[in-house]
């Protein structure tokens, strides 16, 4: 087996708005298995799909996609901060077989990331340097968005670069399922806020993340007490979802428009495209099985929560 990968939801308010304890020990055993299968693999490298949260990248220069040459976590929710250990050479080569492939696709030598990458590589890997990991940002929040078959696309470019180096290779996808936070649009928001999207926000004063974060803590408490405050969660689709993944079925998931998922599911589960550049990739070793599928709606963390593993057959 040269190939695996796991995808699995994130979510900042792990330890801030978390559900009932039986579900959490739920979450915790999906975790600790994916864990225990990841080690067994032991990745010679790790190729992380993300998304961001205005953290990281802004409108002043916002990609569809970028893989990172160096990458540093700020440590949003408590989350991990520091290096990733990003093998530079090694990025840099698939960045240009990317492009070679015709995927347009951005560089940064100094990308700046936050939970969404993170968090699978503190729960996964056990901490932001443990394997070297490209990180490959994928935009789920900001207008225009990308499309399910760019990121398809994206993947199975990756996925051949990935063949080529002849390493034992993870693929993580990192985001979703479905659901719908708090998220700013720059198209209703002052001036102000304004500002931040277009490039401030990148280092807020301590008091502002603050601030931010509790307005994320509250929204979800306010979701608790009452679905109705935000875009509900729609586990009929997030199981679609997953059942399209396990089937290879990534021709339906091509037809679907951007304006489709947002009303079906919330505008922030674009980052389930980080999920499909994940298991596009993997097609690309060739036949795969998908195993541990693990999905419970969590209001807490307004999330469709998901964990899902797969391998390569070949």
Known sequence: MSAYLHCLSHTPLLGYVDPADEVLAEVD??????????????????ILFAPDHYNGFFY?????????MAAQAIGDFHSLAGPLDVPREAAEAFAKAVLEDGVDVAVSYRMQVDHGFAQPLELLLGGLDTKPVIPVFINGVAVPLPSFERARRLGEAIGRCAQSS???????????????????????????????????????????????????????????????????????????????????????????????????????????????????????????RASERYYRPIPEWIAGFGSLSAHSLA
Not at 36 to 41: D, G, S
Not at 60 to 68: E, L, N, Q, T, Y
Not at 227 to 252: I, K, M, T, V, Y
Request: hydrophobic share 45%; charged share 25%; glycine share 8%.
């Open 60 to 68: 002043d220069v916002m990609p569809s996609f970028c893989i990172g």
């Open 166 to 288: 002849g390493k034992r290779v993870l693929f993580l996808g990192s985001g979703g399922l479905s659901h719908q936070p708090p998220v700013p649009e720059l198209a209703k928001v002052d001036a102000r806020m304004a500002d931040r999207l277009l490039g401030s926000g990148r280092q807020l004063p301590a008091d502002e993340r603050q601030a931010r974060q509790q307005r994320v803590i509250n929204a979800a408490e306010g979701f608790v007490a009452d679905p109705g405050s935000l875009h509900p969660l729609n586990p009929a689709w997030d199981n679609h979802f997953l059942d399209l993944l396990e089937q290879r079925r990534f021709a339906e998931l091509d037809r679907m428009s951007n304006d489709e998922l947002s009303v079906l599911a919330g505008k922030s589960t674009h980052e389930v495209k980080t999920w499909v550049a994940a298991f596009a990739a993997l097609s690309t070793f060739g036949p795969y």
């Open 29 to 46: 055993e999906a975790l600790a298995a994916a864990r225990a299968r990841i080690a067994a693999f032991d990745p010679e490298l790790v």
